[in-house]
């Protein structure tokens, strides 16, 4: 038997994408045949799902797509208190995949004989003489028999019980010796045509699903070597996250002082045992420089989350100039990943750039929500707001009044009509800055967001995007941009009824 990985999905594959496995086998003729495929987390025994696949008719490969299995098991790590760099461990699944197969079997033997020893003196015994391929039988199964012979050595063929199992090579039937002759060959399949299982015959290992999803354009040339971000140079290395890269102030995404951003890095040397390690490089607008320790090489964390928002980046140590890195006049910064053992500093990834709005607010709000790739961005809302509240009420009418005296009489403050449940349900109307085109692009994932965070006073809470349609705004078409929301919070205050 032979199975073979025809194809795999990228080593370090986004979860909300196909993840499809090609495998195919040597023995797909053979009667009922199936592949079993086993996923198990990486380099352990603790199962993730087992799959049994039929072979597709056209060209008999096993085909399965995991990215189901994966968007089960991973979530994202949002703690807007730690602002270090942490493992986003919630935001993956390292994972094995192991394919057998299964099929109803049967088994051939060059010759049958008389028991001659043992409480099963005289029964028949069926035996390979040169022993190839070993039986699967125990004492207690029923198998059908099969001989190409006629006459007196014919009474073997049909159904028989299985008494004895002497070795891998031999079974002992209850059927009495029916006669000796020459070699007559057979063969003897289960009776209920049950199938025989070959669990884990090929395994492939240390795949990685991370919490992201590619567009569909994109996806077509996804290669996964645009984030493995580690210690070689490199200008082309991305971090995990549609922030634009910038440059300038139209084409930069654009940050309030108070704003935080949490975004997510790959570290491609989480299985490599060296001296090297991984930092982020700040320079700001005003010609400072400080750097930021990420992780050292061999770590166990896969990805990694900093904070890299104006208002959360983690105390960096200084190279050049002053702390803190967004001073108040401050009009931009940039970040990017080097070896932290490399003096020069050279970049090991693309270098973002961040401007600082400092525009008059009117409000503080700021939403932190989960972009396609799984980091966590934000944008301010400091335009006029607007707060709704919506009431329900559950109630009953109850009899009032009781005997009092010896008439019938009620209070004036009695109720006729009891609550005993109410709901409020507070809605948010929101409106942005004006906006460059970039930003207006990425609001998209805003509005489609699975994940959404509201600061309120300096304190974030779960929130949902209650609009339901959209409309892209860019600057070819509307100078001048700006978008509005409305939010509903996740959880509402209790009420004493």
């Known amino acids: 038997m032979a199975i073979t990985i025809i194809g795999a999905p990228n080593k370090f594959t986004p979860a909300y994408n196909p993840n499809v496995f090609y495998f195919s086998s040597t023995n797909t003729p053979l009667k009922g045949f199936r592949y079993l495929v086993n996923l198990y987390y990486a380099g352990t025994t603790n199962l993730i799902g087992q799959f049994r696949v039929a072979p597709r008719p056209t060209d008999a490969y096993g085909v399965l797509d995991v990215s189901r299995i994966m968007t089960n098991l991973i979530t994202h790590t949002f703690s807007p208190t730690n602002n270090a760099s942490i493992d986003a461990a919630s935001s993956l699944v390292n994972y094995d995949i192991k394919i057998g197969e299964e099929y109803n079997t049967n088994w051939t033997y060059q010759d049958f004989e008389m028991q001659l020893t043992g409480i099963y003196t005289g029964k028949t015994k069926l035996i390979q003489l040169v022993p190839t391929t070993a039986h699967t039988y125990v004492v207690g199964d029923q198998i059908n028999v099969s001989t190409l012979t006629t006459g007196v050595t014919a009474t073997i063929n049909g159904l028989h019980t299985i008494v004895d199992v002497p070795d891998a090579y031999s079974i002992i039937i209850e059927l009495n010796f029916p006669g000796s002759g020459p070699a007559i060959p057979g063969t003897t399949v289960y009776a209920d045509n049950r199938k025989t299982q070959f669990t884990d015959l090929i395994t492939s290992s240390n795949y990685i699903a991370f919490n992201g999803a590619l567009s569909f354009k994109d996806f077509r040339t996804y290669s996964g070597t645009e984030f493995s971000i580690n210690t070689i140079p490199s200008t082309t290395k991305s971090f995990m996250t549609n922030l634009p890269i910038g440059g300038n102030q139209f084409n930069s995404f654009y940050c309030t002082p108070t704003e935080k951003m949490f975004i997510n890095i790959y570290n491609n040397y989480y299985n490599v045992t060296d001296n090297e390690e991984m930092s982020i490089e700040y320079t700001n607008s005003n010609g400072d420089v400080l750097t930021h320790f990420i992780w050292t090489t061999g770590t166990s964390s896969i990805i990694r989350q900093v904070g890299i928002g104006p208002a959360n980046i983690y105390s960096p140590t200084v190279i050049s100039g002053t702390t803190p890195l967004i001073k108040d006049d401050t009009e931009w910064y940039e970040f990017h990943t080097f070896n932290g053992t490399d003096i020069t500093r050279t970049p090991t990834s693309k270098t973002y750039r961040v401007y600082i709005d400092r525009r ?29 509240g919506q009431i329900t009420r559950d109630s009953y009418k109850q009899k009032l009044g009781q005997l009092t005296i010896d008439e019938f009489s009620y209070k004036t403050y009695d109720k006729g009509e009891t609550i005993y449940n109410i709901d409020v349900t507070k809605k948010i109307t929101l409106n942005t800055d004006w906006m460059n085109d970039v930003m207006s692009v990425l609001f998209e994932e805003l509005l489609t967001s699975p994940a959404t965070y509201i600061k309120i006073d300096g304190q974030y809470y779960a ?20 978008q509005t929301i409305t939010i509903t919070l996740a959880n509402q205050n209790i009420i004493n009824v």
């Open 360 to 388: 008059c607010k009117i409000e503080d709000y700021e939403i932190v929500f989960l972009d396609r790739l799984g980091s966590l961005l934000s944008y301010a809302f400091p335009l006029r707001s607007t707060e709704t």
């Open 463 to 482: 929130c949902t995007i209650d609009d339901s349609s959209f409309t892209n705004k860019r600057q070819k078409n509307k100078t001048l941009i700006r």
